[in-house]
């Protein structure tokens, strides 16, 4: 089983960045693809960004060319810089990963941080 932990969530004024970081641990587990998704208030989980196996890399309209996703595959970390932040970005960011043993393929999701942006 693996697990998740995100990190790097605060409070912004707009304009400012974030960089947010996820770190997969456990044992005998490959990651397929990993993503960064967020939910504000009153609202549903939406996807902000991806980075899949080949390094493709996919963002949602309202975040392109402010948000990068990166990852390390040393230290099985994915990570989320985030520019130019709106108060509409404000939201909890969870982390999920897509990864494979010897014997199925899951999705691992963090607790969320949360990020506040005000205006």
């Known amino acids: 089983q693996v697990q998740v932990e995100e990190s790097g969530g605060g409070s912004v004024q707009a304009g400012g960045s974030l960089k947010l970081s996820c770190a997969a641990s456990g044992s005998e587990f490959s990651i397929n693809n990993q993503g960064w998704f967020r939910q504000g208030p009153g609202k549903q989980r939406e996807l902000v960004a991806t980075i899949v196996s080949d390094g493709r890399t996919h963002y949602a309209g309202s975040v392109q060319g402010r948000f990068t996703i990166s990852r390390d595959n040393a230290k099985n970390t994915v990570y989320l810089q985030m520019n130019n932040l709106k108060p509409e970005d404000t939201a909890g960011y969870y982390c999920?990963?897509?990864?494979?043993?010897?014997?199925?393929?899951?999705?691992?999701w963090g607790q969320g941080t949360q990020v506040t942006v005000s205006s």
């Open positions: 999920n990963v897509r990864y494979q043993t010897q014997s199925y393929t899951a999705d691992a």
